[in-house]
């Protein structure tokens, strides 16, 4: 399997602020990909986090709220910008593994005051 | 079962019993699926993943089925343990978008002594 891990673990922001938050694997992987997990819910997919080009969004979600890098193969970043406290939520990156099936990192917990 | 909102629908074990939990996904289309768990302050873990190729699949003291007719999906744990303790999601994706999973609403177990 994959081992993934994403800094910050938590943090605590102020509204109108933004957080990067940083999301590295142990190997190279074709797919990574971002989700929001509010609070008592669900995973929602945010985007898809391509290597050398754009990211691919889902409905309701857009790059100017929630930019995201992928510089390499093992490494990407998502971006929560202008946060208000909606924003809370847990945020996680997802890798697909081998082509086999998909590992998730510990998450993000972000408190937006 | 299904649940909206911060209700999650709840499963206690006793301890030593077999547990059971249900999904029933939406996609007719979805042709690989996954059960995870996810403790309190953690990332999903993965638990094990079917096909639509197949109609069951274990693992260690996991079973998972799949019944694509009424779409509907089961996690059987076995000898449940106290460390079993946790939420269990189903997520549900598809080769033609390989990667982006939909999630269930999850399914809380509790354990007892």
């Known amino acids: 399997s994959a081992v993934i891990s994403q800094k910050p673990s938590r943090d605590i922001c102020q509204r109108g602020t933004s957080l990067t938050i940083q999301c590295q694997v142990d190997s190279q992987v074709t797919m990574m990909f971002w989700y929001r997990q509010q609070p008592g819910q669900s995973l929602t997919l945010i985007a898809t986090?391509?290597?050398?080009?754009?990211?691919?969004?889902e409905s309701g979600f857009v790059i100017d709220k929630f930019p995201i890098s992928r510089p390499n193969l093992t490494f990407s970043t998502l971006t929560v910008s202008n946060m208000s406290p909606e924003d809370s939520s847990i945020y996680l990156c997802?890798?697909?593994?081998?082509?086999?099936?998909?590992?998730f990192g510990p998450g993000t917990r972000l408190l937006v005051l | 079962g299904e649940s909206v909102g911060l209700h999650l629908p709840t499963l206690s074990v006793q301890e030593g019993d077999n547990s059971i939990i249900n999904c029933a996904y939406s996609?007719?289309?979805?042709?690989?699926f996954i059960w995870y768990k996810q403790e309190s302050g953690k990332g999903p873990q993965f638990i094990i993943d079917?096909?639509?190729?197949?109609d069951k699949r274990q693992g260690q003291r996991v079973t998972v089925l799949l019944n694509k007719t009424v779409k509907h999906l089961s996690l059987q744990i076995a000898a449940t343990q106290p460390g079993d303790s946790a939420v269990y999601f189903c997520a549900e994706g598809s080769t033609d978008s390989w990667g982006k999973l939909q999630f269930g609403a999850g399914t809380q177990v509790v354990v007892t002594p």
């Open positions: 996609n007719s289309a979805s042709d690989y």
């Open positions: 079917i096909r639509s190729n197949m």
């Open positions: 997802s890798v697909d593994y081998r082509g086999e099936t998909q590992y």
């Open positions: 986090a391509n290597q050398g080009s754009e990211a691919t969004y």
